[in-house]
Nanobody, 127 residues
């Protein structure tokens, strides 16, 4: 069964850090890019980061650049999103997703019929 499972969310004070995990099963991250998205209350979902499997390159939205770091552990079939200097506006449900491509087309929803999403993990940042 193909599945993505996020974990690591929680309540954290402004300025703190968190590491979110996205564990894949049923397919290999060796060949599939993974994107991280977030949806804040009352707002549309936005893509914040992605890591390709073709060359390990990463992408970050301008709103998170410099504070978010994405990495991948192929042995564990897991990707991580490290978030530093958390701000209240980072409060959101964070999701990981793939569209079975080795580059980050998932961020642009180019292959929507192939997308697989996790259930999300809630990050709440208190001021």
């Amino acid at each position: 069964q193909v599945q993505l499972v996020e974990s690591g969310g929680g309540l954290v004070q402004s300025g703190g850090s968190l590491r979110l995990s996205c564990a894949a099963s049923g397919f290999s991250l060796d060949y599939n890019a993974i994107g991280w998205f977030r949806q804040a209350p009352g707002k549309e979902r936005e893509g914040v980061s992605c890591i390709s499997s073709s060359d390990g390159s990463t992408y970050y939205a301008d709103s998170v650049k410099g504070r978010f770091t994405m990495s991948r552990d192929n042995a564990k079939n897991t990707v991580y999103l490290r978030i530093h200097s958390l701000k209240p506006e980072d409060t959101a449900v964070y999701y990981c997703a793939t569209d079975y491509n080795d580059v980050c087309t998932v961020l642009a929803h180019i292959r929507p019929n192939l997308e697989v999403w996790g259930q999300g993990t809630l990050v709440t940042v208190s001021s």
